[in-house]
């Protein structure tokens, strides 16, 4: 009870720190036009931080009060209502009250009745807020990620005239502006991802790993073509002073307490802590130093998705593991070492210092006090997390006059990365046939093994990719590796419906040997031909001639 205690305690002290923080409300324009002039002008409404905001864009929509369940927390179906817009007619807005269940279901009651965006007017008078996602559990997860019309909150004092004048019979038209929510500084946009190295940590882990693997070719064109500046960020806290012998804080923080993470919702069986997250974020910020002081931080994104896919179970966590994905990328793992340090040192870490200096806010910067987080040209991101729409976002962080023309396209399916040209992608290949795991999409480099002229490849595409024959016919799954960890010995014969020679990449020793074998084959065939060419031209003749001599006898 007493340890209970201590880590309530412990966790308090942490999440108090952030309560003191500055936070601010991301907000946007808000212009009403309507036949009564009382409420026409300009109103500051906050941005939800659900659905996808039309960031540099405006929408123009007529506000509509519905009649029944005016908070919008039950399926308008039930009551026969639709606010689908007619033919020709302004996009409805729909106008909700607050209270009796979470902003996002009444967003997602809206989208399902028709509306193109949702307002919701505050029930007691006080600043904006913004309009947070429920609390993480599945079910609501699911539901939030339906959700793609925009969202917005309004004071009460607006919500209440808005609503004398729907019912004095006014048109109320709106015109919502996302044109400066997020500042247009120069021709280069700046943004920021604040993560997390533990993926399973539940729905929001899912979601920015999901993320990450959907929006990393487009942030890697935008960073090699100098469009964008990207840097990835991690959260972390200090152990009190009175609880750094504590079994909670030896087995979630580095460097004497210094840097912790918190692991509240402990899974027993998953095999790693809360210190062992912190040593994979302090790893990913430090892989990212080394890449951006070589002139290549798109390598980021391959390390933390390689990671993710080729570090599970009992390597989850791993150096080992870590190192073999850091050498794949071609990246000197003894400067991400130097970088990490002593994590057991009673002393400052420069990286994991300035990560925390970087999440308190400045000016007009509130405190980062969830994850993940998305900064654009120092502006919090408010809306959905997946690749459409975060890269509206990015594209309207833009000057008017240098939006690049990486916006102004629609498709970006036909754009590639090129990442397999240097160093495969770190990828398996086999140069002496010609063949490759690696391979370009606007996602980025993928590894996976190939279909050679119809024969099926199997691996993880990473170290091996074998062909089914060999697969099928090797007693052994796997033969010993021979070549620095990263490719395989595979096969030793040569296939007859293929035209190429599909000898991998052997042991001298063992091709000698072979050759040795093949030559001793190929003397004794020339020497069996040989013994019945002798038979045939000399001892059968002989044979012959005695055996007339017989008959005439």
């Excluded at 210094?258 to 997250?277: E, Q, T, V």
């Excluded at 990671?307 to 793992?333: N, Q």
Aim: aromatic share 10%; hydrophobic share 35%.
């Amino acid at each position: 009870m007493r340890e209970k205690l201590r880590v309530l305690i412990w966790v308090c002290m942490l999440l108090w720190g952030n309560c003191l923080g500055s936070f601010v409300v991301e907000k946007n324009s808000l212009k009403v036009t309507s036949s009564g002039e009382s409420i026409v002008g300009v109103y500051d409404s906050a941005i939800g931080s659900f659905g996808v905001p039309k960031h540099g864009g405006t929408l123009v929509g007529r506000v509509v009060y519905p009649e029944a369940n005016k908070r919008g927390c039950i399926n308008f179906d039930q009551f026969g209502m639709s606010f689908k817009s007619r033919l020709g007619a302004l996009p409805i807005v729909l106008l909700l009250d607050r209270g009796d269940c979470f902003f996002a279901l009444k967003a997602l009651s809206a989208q399902q009745a028709g509306a193109a965006a949702i307002l919701i007017a505050d029930d007691r008078n006080e600043p904006l807020i913004t309009l947070n996602t429920p609390e993480e559990t599945p079910a609501f997860a699911e539901y939030v990620q339906d959700i793609a019309i925009p969202s917005a909150l309004i004071t009460k004092s607006l919500g209440d005239r808005i609503k004398e004048a729907l019912s004095n019979g006014d048109h109320v038209d709106i015109n919502l502006h996302w044109r400066e929510s997020l500042l247009r500084p120069d021709e280069l946009v700046e943004y920021e991802f604040w993560t997390n190295g533990d993926y399973e940590c539940g729905p929001t882990c899912d979601s920015q790993l999901e993320f990450i693997n959907n929006f990393k070719g487009a942030a890697q064109i935008l960073e090699q073509k100098g469009y964008t500046r990207f840097t990835p960020h991690y959260m972390t806290w200090y152990c009190p002073a009175s609880f750094i012998l504590t079994k909670q804080c030896k087995t979630q923080c580095i460097n004497h307490g210094r840097y912790c993470a918190p692991d509240l919702k402990h899974y027993p069986n998953r095999g790693y802590d809360g210190k062992d997250i912190v040593i994979q974020n302090l790893r990913q910020a430090c892989l990212f130093k080394v890449a951006n002081e070589s002139g290549k931080p798109w390598l980021w994104w391959d390390y933390v998705t390689d990671f993710a896919m080729r570090c599970k179970w009992i390597d989850k966590y791993t150096k080992e593991c870590a190192d073999k994905v850091i050498r794949s990328l071609g990246i000197d793992v003894t400067k991400i070492d130097d970088c990490i340090g002593d994590i057991e040192a009673d002393a400052q870490n420069p990286i994991l210092e300035a990560e925390q200096k970087a999440q308190i806010g400045e000016g007009n910067r509130g405190d980062v006090t969830m994850l993940p987080t998305l900064m654009i040209n120092n502006r919090q991101y408010r809306g959905k997390l997946e690749k459409g729409a975060v890269l509206k976002a990015i594209c309207a962080g833009f000057q008017d006059a240098t939006e690049q023309a990486i916006c102004l396209s629609e498709v970006l399916s036909d754009i590639e990365t090129n990442r397999c040209l240097e160093n495969n992608g770190g990828c398996w290949e086999d140069n002496i046939a010609n063949i490759t795991a690696c391979r370009d999409t606007i996602r980025g480099r993928v590894c996976e093994c190939p279909v050679v002229n119809g024969v099926k490849y199997y691996g993880d595409g990473y170290t091996h990719c074998e062909s089914k024959h060999v697969y099928l016919t090797r007693k052994k799954p796997s033969l010993q590796n021979r070549d620095s960890g990263y490719t395989y010995c595979e096969s030793k014969y040569i296939s007859l419906m293929r035209k190429k020679l599909s000898l991998q990449r052997c042991n001298p020793g063992e091709i000698v040997v072979w050759a040795i074998i093949l030559g001793l084959g190929v003397a004794g065939a020339a020497g069996y031909a040989y013994y019945k060419y002798k038979i045939l031209t000399t001892w059968i003749p002989r044979f012959a001639q005695y055996s007339a001599l017989n008959n005439k006898a």
